[in-house]
């Protein structure tokens, strides 16, 4: 019997990209809620943009939705996979663990993309928002930075917890208290104490880096110190949550 | 049966404080079934994560068709089949899908042809765009048995393959396992079943406490212990069996 020879890298990231990308496609229900939910509160917040700005709604919609795809997509399809022992069959399979974790991370950048651009189109579409060139550009390219903030956060969750109920409860038990106290917060519903507290949390920074975005003539040394606030919580979650993971659910 | 696919040569592993495999040794040959039996916390399922190289020994050595899998790990991993305890693929994809995606995690280039052809091999020529979670138990150990075998390695480890499969089910792998010896395949089988050691193994070793107590042939294991008053104490029907043994050497009480 003669010895087997390793596949290139390539081949086996194209294989893990096309079944990673059928997986996400054929759970359309969350696929779905992720895209719809943020499209929702911008409808909902139409009379809200000449009081806040287009920027402001903007940024916000965006938020939740990057919220949901790692609070809620990412960590919750980790988890499942996980405990049903999909990933123990492929770490025994010659593919490097590197290579399952980016084909993952393909599919939520490719939903950062689409969320990002249905935001977008329904911020033209009912509440009238128009940007340019550039602050469409900017502006996806700070969805991807605030994406990788609650990737990171999704991964520490997962890295955390490694029963996938109780990942699933607590991811969303984030999700609402993220969501609430950020979007209230921001508005200043809660007060000044929680208004400047969430001004610099997960939320309010990355809020703050995609309103800046908007208005590339805006950026000032506050929506600099977002961007250092939004990638030093970024790196902070995404290590902790690479420490801490195991690829097996069992303890 | 000619050279070995795999070489285990004193391994240790340690959780903690605890040592669940002390030293074990065995090698596995081309064209042979060899069986690794135990009672539960044995430590068969650490030696074969270790093998797999999902987990990694305190000390010893591991040889896969003449890779080391500390030092060439993904090299030792290419050049084996595993199917798992529990199968274990997505829910979302179908079986076509599967097939082709560990397909081309092995590198192996698969036509609609060949594809066609190994689904009507497994007897699921019509049942390729069924997701996995739709086939039976008999058809899903089916699919994953084929899995292990897409790159043609020339290592195959089956971890309880048969459990909760009917008697037709479980013949059908028999066959499907003696077809792979007579391949040239190395296949490490670990079972709770001794009318399945005795069935198909060629060879095979007793483990308990983390040691391996006893190796040897089916048929040579109950000679050489059938006077051993444990084995003899534990004989139900007067005429000796491999379980007999197996209970004689591992003792009669229920490990959790």
């Known amino acids: 019997m003669n010895s087997v020879t390793l596949p290139s890298n390539q081949v086996v990231l194209r294989s893990l990209l096309r079944a990673d990308f059928t997986t996400q496609w054929r759970n359309r229900k969350s696929f779905i809620l992720i895209l719809i939910v943020p499209v929702i509160i911008l409808i909902s917040w139409k009379g809200l943009v000449d009081k806040f700005g287009g920027a402001f709604i903007l940024g916000n919609c965006i938020t939740v939705g990057l919220t949901a795809i790692g609070l809620m997509g990412y960590s919750n399809s980790i988890a499942r996979d996980r405990e049903k022992g999909i990933f123990q069959r492929l770490r025994v399979s010659p593919v490097a663990p590197g290579s399952i974790m980016v084909s993952r991370l393909c599919v939520q950048m490719a939903m950062i993309l689409l969320m990002t651009t249905a935001v977008f189109f329904g911020g033209y579409y009912f509440d009238g928002i128009t940007l340019s060139a550039t602050s469409y550009f900017l502006g996806y390219l700070s969805a991807f930075v605030g994406g990788w903030l609650y990737l990171g956060l999704g991964q520490m969750v997962v890295g955390l917890i490694r029963n996938a109920e109780t990942v699933h409860s607590t991811s969303r038990l984030i999700y609402f208290v993220f969501i609430m106290v950020g979007m209230f917060g921001e508005l200043g519903v809660l007060g000044k104490q929680i208004g400047d507290l969430v001004k610099w949390s997960p939320y309010g920074s990355v809020n703050r880096i995609l309103a800046s975005s908007f208005k590339p003539g805006g950026w000032d040394q506050t929506s600099f110190l977002a961007l250092g606030v939004t990638v030093g919580y970024a790196l902070i979650f995404s290590a902790l949550g690479i420490r801490w993971f195991r690829w097996n659910a069992s303890k | ?256």
């Open chain 2, 1 to 256: 049966m000619d050279q070995p696919v795999l070489e285990v040569t004193g391994l240790t592993i340690r959780y903690g404080s605890f040592e669940a495999v002390k030293g074990v040794t065995f090698s596995v040959n081309a064209g042979e079934i060899f069986g690794l039996l135990g009672p539960n916390g044995a430590g068969k399922t650490s030696t074969l994560s270790a093998v797999e190289g999902l987990l990694l020994p305190a000390a010893g050595r591991i040889v896969v068709g003449g890779n080391d899998t500390i030092k060439h790990p993904r090299q030792a991993r290419a050049n084996m089949g595993v199917q798992l305890q529990a199968t274990s693929f997505q829910p979302e994809l179908t079986v076509r899908e599967i097939i082709r995606l560990y397909a081309g995690i092995y590198g192996v280039n698969l036509s609609n042809e060949n594809l066609q052809e190994i689904l009507t091999s497994i007897k699921l020529k019509d049942d390729g765009a069924k997701r996995f979670g739709q086939l039976s138990g008999g058809q899903q150990q089916r699919v994953s048995l084929v899995i292990a075998m897409i790159h043609q390695p020339p290592l195959v480890l089956l971890d309880e393959p048969t459990t909760g499969l009917d008697p037709q089910s479980r013949r059908q792998l028999w066959e499907r396992m003696e077809y792979l010896r007579g391949r040239g395949h190395g296949i490490l089988l670990t079972t709770h079943s001794m009318e399945e050691a005795e069935a198909v193994c060629d060879r095979l070793a007793i483990i308990d406490h983390g040691q391996i107590v006893v190796t040897g042939t089916p048929a040579g294991l109950i000679e050489s212990n059938r006077d051993r008053q444990e084995v003899i104490q534990a004989s139900r029907r007067g005429k000796i069996t491999l379980e007999d043994v197996f209970i004689g050497l591992t003792g009669q009480e229920i490990r959790s």
